[in-house]
């Protein structure tokens, strides 16, 4: 997702019903949880502890900007 303002894309972003937002160009980053929304199955891959916790909707929002 691109936008000039970080603010407005985050809120954008909390709105999706996704596992995985970047913003702005940001790079995917092996830390981060990985995983899809409803039909997708709730587990997570990488992550650390996200991959544990299967039953939670875990949403990564990942971006530049102030």
Known sequence: M???SIEHAREVAAQLRTGMVHLNGAPADFA?????????GNGREWGGEFGIQEFLETKSVIGYGA
Request: proline share 8%.
């Open 32 to 40: 981060s949880p990985f995983g899809g929304y409803k039909q997708s």
């Open 2 to 4: 691109q936008s000039g």
